[in-house]
Antibody, heavy 121, light 110 residues
Framework: QVQLVESGGGVVQPGRSLRLSCAAS????????MHWVRQAPGKGLEWVAVISFDETNEHYADSVKGRFTISRDNSKNTLYLQMDSLRAEDTAVYYC??????????????WGQGTLVTVSS | QSALTQPASVSGSPGQSITISCAGTGSDVGAYNYVSWYQQHPGKAPKLIIY???NRPSGISNRFSGSKSGNTASLTISGLQAEDEADYYC??????????FGGGTKLTVL
């Protein structure tokens, strides 16, 4: 079965960096695009970034563009999110999610359980 | 990249039907048939319930249905059950190859 397990969250000071990881299993990781989606405490979902299966395409939400970088290592079945210049408003649970496997493929088919990032001094 | 517009809350009694709207623009909801819907129970990860406007993934009850007209998509839940009480989010692909979510709708089963 598809499993996505995020890690790397924690408490970090404003302006510092953090790297999240998402370990994938149960499917051919190198065949699927992957997303990061976040959810601030008590708030709604916010899409953060997407990377294509072969790393040739990346897209970001305006709120993180220039500060966050999505990447993947298909040999390790792992997705990453490098977060630099962190701000208080980046505080959220960060989920990784996999592309769909039918139709348009552009939806979020499977989700991890999330990792909490808290930006605070 | 403004969020799609959903009602903050809806409610219904067991057995009834409810509809949640999701309003976008011609650059997202209206541009493609790529609207999806997600159910999220408290403390849990979101779960896909509708993709590409009206398709249900395997294992999702046929009580859930989706539709779209112009720049507005809708999710209908028929035969409401207590377990349907959750937050619901719509999402759309955009002309910029990004994704947008709606602000979320809290469904209360009375």
């Amino acid at each position: 079965q598809v499993q996505l397990v995020e890690s790397g969250g924690g408490v970090v000071q404003p302006g510092r960096s953090l790297r999240l990881s998402c370990a994938a299993s149960g499917f051919t990781f190198s065949s699927y695009g992957m997303h990061w989606v976040r959810q601030a405490p008590g708030k709604g979902l916010e899409w953060v970034a997407v990377i294509s299966f072969d790393e040739t395409n990346e897209h970001y939400a305006d709120s993180v563009k220039g500060r966050f970088t999505i990447s993947r290592d298909n040999s390790k079945n792992t997705l990453y999110l490098q977060m630099d210049s962190l701000r208080a408003e980046d505080t959220a649970v960060y989920y990784c999610a996999r592309w769909g496997d039918s139709g348009s493929y552009v939806y979020f088919h499977y989700w991890g359980q999330g990792t909490l990032v808290t930006v605070s001094s | 990249q403004s969020a799609l517009t959903q009602p903050a809350s809806v409610s219904g009694s067991p057995g009834q039907s409810i509809t949640i709207s999701c309003a976008g623009t011609g650059s997202d909801v209206g541009a493609y048939n790529y609207v999806s819907w997600y159910q999220q129970h408290p403390g849990k990860a979101p779960k896909l319930i509708i993709y590409d406007v009206s398709n249900r993934p395997s294992g999702i009850s046929n009580r859930f249905s989706g539709s779209k007209s112009g720049n507005t998509a809708s999710l209908t839940i028929s035969g409401l059950q207590a377990e349907d009480e959750a937050d619901y989010y719509c999402s759309s692909y955009t002309t910029g190859s990004t994704r947008l979510f709606g602000g979320g709708t809290k469904l209360t089963v009375l």
